[in-house]
């Protein structure tokens, strides 16, 4: 018993798309894990959580709102994570970025992720840092956008559509998080966690749609203003910063290191 304690892993953002999928595959796996709550960081005091060997933190803010920002999120909560893991005598934080950050971004959100990532590296804490591209499984946020679009029988297309995305599926997620809770492998690396296939937004929109589904293009700039002014479109600012950002990862590289064999996904 005492040796299932000493491995359980802390998770932040439990409750979220990933956070769902990773406890239902843990609890499959057999492995330990307890859920840290997002009322633990309103609190003044820090809690501490003993016999834990890794905090895995998913907690991350994709659009700014009224009540919250991408430095409340994403970057002060990250800095809360440092703490606990420090008090907890947690060696190990696993943190998932996004594709696209970096110190030379312009978008609020990128910059926000880059900061955290860096804060993560000054720690002192062993790490692993995964910079996603689109995660596919049930329920995930795009997804469940162009299902409510197919519904309306029209897909938009933000801009020429020809930008890149690479895809990767939960269920490989879950498998390379768990490669890196196993091995020294991902240990003080930043990777892309991309899956093999890439694809331009559009093609992978076609792959999607129905017959009677019309894909619609609209120029970009116009995009940009409907998704500032309009609460119901289709794509918020970051969304539409992430696709023409057109950002590609190394997805040999995780494969590498993973040693895994990846799902090829073409459509939702």
């Known amino acids: 018993m005492s040796k299932l304690l000493k491995d359980r892993i802390a998770i932040t953002g439990s409750t979220g798309f990933i956070g769902k999928n990773l406890t239902k595959f843990f609890d499959k796996t057999n492995r330990n894990y307890l859920p840290i709550k997002r009322t633990y960081f309103q609190r003044k005091n820090i809690p501490s959580f003993t016999r834990c060997s890794c905090m895995i933190h998913l907690i991350g803010l994709g659009d700014e709102t009224v009540e919250k920002s991408f430095d409340q999120i994403n970057i002060e909560i990250t800095k809360k994570v440092i703490m606990i ?3 907890s005598k947690i060696k190990k934080i696993i943190y998932f970025s996004g594709l696209g950050a970096s ?3 312009s978008s609020k959100y990128f910059i926000s992720k880059f900061k955290s990532e860096q804060i993560i590296k000054d720690s002192g804490l062993d790490y692993t840092i995964f910079r996603p591209s689109y995660i596919i499984g049930r329920d995930d946020y795009l997804t469940k956008n162009i299902q409510k679009q197919i519904k309306k029988k029209k897909i938009l297309i933000p801009g ?4 890149i995305i ?5 269920v490989d997620v879950c498998k390379v998080i768990n490669v890196a809770l196993d091995t020294k492998n991902f240990s003080k690396k930043t990777v892309d966690l991309v899956g093999p296939k890439k694809i331009s937004f559009k093609k992978f ?4 749609a129905k017959p009677n589904v019309i894909l619609e293009n609209m120029l970009l700039k116009k995009a940009r203003t409907h998704a500032i002014t309009e609460k119901n479109f289709p794509y918020g600012i970051e969304d539409l910063n992430i696709l023409s950002g057109n950002f590609q990862g190394n997805h040999e590289k995780l494969k590498k290191l993973s040693g895994l064999k990846f799902i090829k996904i073409r459509s939702i």
């Open 103 to 105: 110190k030379n971004s």
């Open 166 to 170: 690479q895809p990767i599926s939960i």
């Open 205 to 208: 929109l076609e792959n999607s």
């Open 85 to 87: 893991c420090k008090r």
């Open 160 to 163: 020429s559509g020809k930008y």
